[in-house]
C-alpha cells in the first residue's frame, strides 16, 4: 500500500463512451500528477497540479480532462478516445518542497480504447 | 538538457547472482537520481535516490546504487538475486534547480531464472 489509490483498476471503453479515473492520496501531498504509460515509450507526464491548481499540461489532448478538486483527490474524465491511447495511466504525489522529494505512484489504471 | 539511458532493455540473471541494471545520465547541473521498479499489475516504487549526499546509496530489499559523476552513472546493484526482484526496473534524473521535472529511462526488465 502506497498511500495513492486509483480506481477502477481495469477499464475498456468505446471511444464514443465517456468515464472518469480517480485517484486519492492518503500522504497529505501538495502536488499531484497524472502519467500516461505506454509499452517502449518513456512514462510521459501528462499534468501537474499544485495546491490543487493546475502548472503543467504536457500538450495532451483536449480528450483528456484533469480535474483536482482538493489536495487529495485527482480525476481524469476521458471522452471520446482512440485506441491509440490504451495505456497504463498512473496518479503520482509528491511534497513540494525544498529540496528533493520522491514521487509516490498508485497501481494505475489499465485503459483499453476498443 | 537532461536525459537517461538505460543500457538494457533486457537483463536475466540466475537466483543467488549479482544484479547490476545500467544506467547513465546527461545534466546540466547536480543531478538528483532516482530507481524506480514495477513490479507486474502494480505501481512504481522507489527503491532508492541520490541526492548530492553520500554517493552509494542503499535501497530497500538489498538493492544499492553508487553516483559516479565522472562516468555519468548510476548503476543499480544487488549481490544475490531473488526470484522476486523480477520486475520493470527505471533509471530516473530530476534537475536540482526550479524545472523539477522527472525524466524517465525506458526502463529495464529484469527475468531471475531459477
Known amino acids: 500500500e502506497t498511500g495513492v489509490t486509483q480506481t477502477p483498476r481495469h477499464l475498456v471503453m468505446g471511444m464514443t463512451n465517456k468515464k472518469s479515473l480517480k485517484c486519492e492520496q492518503h500522504?497529505?501531498?501538495?502536488?499531484m500528477y497524472w502519467y500516461k504509460q505506454s509499452a517502449k515509450k518513456p512514462l510521459e507526464l501528462m499534468f501537474v497540479?499544485?495546491?490543487?491548481?493546475?502548472?503543467e499540461n504536457n500538450s495532451v489532448p483536449s480528450r483528456f480532462s484533469p480535474e483536482c478538486p482538493n489536495s487529495s483527490h485527482l480525476f481524469l474524465h476521458l471522452h471520446t478516445l482512440q485506441p491509440e491511447d490504451s495505456a497504463l495511466y498512473l496518479c503520482?504525489?509528491?511534497?513540494?518542497?525544498?529540496?528533493?522529494?520522491?514521487?509516490?505512484f498508485g497501481q494505475g489504471t489499465r485503459l483499453t480504447v476498443v | 538538457a537532461q536525459s537517461v539511458t538505460q543500457l538494457d532493455s533486457h537483463v536475466s540473471v540466475s537466483e543467488g547472482t549479482p544484479v547490476l541494471l545500467r544506467c547513465n545520465y546527461s545534466?546540466?547541473?547536480?543531478?538528483?537520481l532516482f530507481w524506480y521498479v514495477q513490479h507486474p499489475n502494480k505501481g512504481l516504487q522507489l527503491l532508492l535516490k541520490?541526492?548530492?549526499?553520500a554517493t552509494l546509496v542503499k535501497g530497500i530489499n538489498g538493492f544499492e546504487a553508487e553516483f559516479k559523476k565522472s562516468e555519468t552513472s548510476f548503476h543499480l546493484t544487488k549481490p544475490s538475486a531473488h526470484m522476486s526482484d523480477a520486475a520493470e526496473y527505471f533509471c530516473?534524473?530530476?534537475?536540482?534547480?526550479?524545472?523539477?521535472?522527472?525524466?524517465w529511462g525506458l526502463g529495464t526488465s529484469l527475468a531471475v531464472n531459477p
Open positions: 500522504l497529505g501531498h501538495n502536488a
Open positions: 530516473v534524473v530530476r534537475n536540482a534547480g526550479n524545472n523539477r521535472k522527472l525524466i
Open positions: 503520482a504525489s509528491s511534497q513540494l518542497k525544498v529540496g528533493d522529494t520522491e514521487a509516490f
Open positions: 545534466s546540466s547541473y547536480s543531478p538528483s
Open positions: 497540479y499544485n495546491f490543487k491548481e493546475q502548472t
Open positions: 541520490y541526492t548530492s549526499a
